[in-house]
């Protein structure tokens, strides 16, 4: 194929579409057409195929297929909207919730804090009552009342100041009372009291039967 | 551009303008002005009505999604093209891992019409060709050929939507008439080839 026939061969669809405006290249199209018998061949193939394409129903849609286009669009975006909004919700309760946990915890945090200024008082077993405002450094016991400068929690405080009734001695709690009421023994005098109590022959008696006879062996060999 | 267009273009912005600031029936008023422009393309790009159908709604799905984000440089009708033309070539990546679905819903169309006279059957025979050759050409010159041919749209215009060169579009839509003309003289089209 020359350049001349492959120049025009590009035209020619454009030329069979009508869409070339230039009067003289469209008479020239004409002329090699006229002339061209290879040329021609091409363009009536052509001519074909465009007037099969145009004509053609192949793509053409179903009855009644635009009236329901736009309501199943709209269905779509409807369900989409929907979903969204679900997924929004859903964030906005997370969200919600982790606010309302830190506030939560922001707050059990302060309650904590201003109780440090608090004035913690514990009513012991034997009415004394114990004070504290700061944190425990030294404790001192003033009329059966302890008063310190420190605390940790009262929980500590209760256990300190119980530890402190024992180095101190000065507050007797009724458990105190109770436990310098129980009468004690000594080694000696509970050993005497079992050899008091102790019956031989009844404690023989109860043995089994070949127990006796061997402690009865026994005996007689420590006669011998 | 093509004719039937023209008047369209002359409300689109106050349409989209509306559509914005949330306005449903303007929306409405742009599926309405350019369902058939959408599926047209998206048919025969993708040959098969179930898919087009699915794919035209799609596009228009993600217009109204990004409507807010269209700054109305280039002109909607363009807009709609890109948005058609590039999902129904991803859609027609995805389908062409299973070509044989695409024969079986042709076959399947075919099987639904209770036509049995001679000429309907020549009828459907010819448009099952005319698929068929569409249907023979690389995704891209397939593009280039419906916008070009049917769509009559300038290679200035198929540019814009396709991101190619003018020259390679002119050269993509002469590949597609040359290979169309070779499938029409392969299967002998009406003794003519």
Not at chain 1, 151 to 177: A, C, D, R, W
Not at chain 2, 34 to 63: G, P, S, W
Not at chain 2, 134 to 152: D, M, T
Request: net charge negative; hydrophobic share 35%.
């Amino acid at each position: 194929m020359s350049e001349t026939e492959i120049k025009y061969l590009e035209y020619l669809p454009e030329y069979i579409q009508g869409n070339i405006s230039d009067e003289e290249l469209k008479k020239e199209i004409e002329k090699e057409l006229k002339t061209n018998e290879k040329l021609k061949e091409e363009y009536e193939k052509l001519k074909t195929i465009f007037s099969e394409f145009e004509e053609t129903n192949a793509f053409s849609p179903p009855e009644n297929y635009f009236n329901s286009l736009l309501p199943r669009i709209n269905e779509r975006i409807d369900k989409s909207v929907l979903r969204k909004l679900k997924q929004l919700i859903i964030n906005w309760k997370f969200a919600i919730s982790l606010a309302l946990l830190i506030l939560l915890f922001i707050s059990y945090k302060l309650i904590n804090n201003s109780n440090d200024n608090q004035t913690i008082e514990i009513t012991l077993s034997d009415s004394s009552v114990l004070t504290e405002k700061e944190p425990i450094l030294d404790t001192s016991v003033v009329n059966n009342e302890i008063k310190t400068e420190n605390y940790e929690t009262p929980v500590n405080l209760k256990e300190k100041y119980l530890k402190n009734i024992n180095t101190n001695k000065v507050i007797e709690t009724e458990k105190n009372k109770e436990f310098n009421q129980i009468e004690f023994f000594e080694e000696d005098d509970i050993i005497d009291t079992y050899e008091e109590y102790f019956d031989p022959e009844y404690e023989f008696r109860k043995l089994p039967y070949y127990e006796q006879q061997k402690v009865l062996e026994n005996f007689e060999n420590l006669k011998i | 551009m093509n004719d039937n267009t023209k008047p369209i273009l002359e409300d689109d912005t106050e349409l989209i303008e509306k559509c914005k600031s949330g306005n449903r029936s303007s929306f409405n008023k742009i599926v309405l002005k350019y369902q058939k422009m959408v599926y047209n393309i998206t048919r025969k790009i993708l040959i098969n009505h179930d898919d087009a159908d699915e794919i035209t709604q799609a596009v228009f799905i993600k217009l109204y999604k990004s409507l807010n984000q269209f700054r109305g440089e280039s002109k909607l009708t363009t807009y709609l093209y890109r948005i058609t033309v590039n999902m129904s070539l991803n859609h027609l990546k995805k389908i062409n891992l299973n070509k044989s679905r695409i024969q079986k819903s042709i076959e399947l169309e075919n099987m639904s019409d209770n036509t049995t006279t001679y000429k309907d059957v020549e009828l459907r025979e010819k448009e099952n060709f005319i698929r068929k050759s569409i249907e023979s050409l690389p995704p891209q010159q397939r593009a280039v050929f419906i916008l070009r041919f049917y769509e009559n749209l300038s290679y200035d215009e198929i540019s814009q939507i396709l991101g190619t060169s003018v020259g390679g579009l002119k050269a993509n839509f002469f590949h597609a008439l040359k290979n169309l003309r070779i499938f029409f003289e392969n299967n002998n089209y009406r003794n003519i080839f």
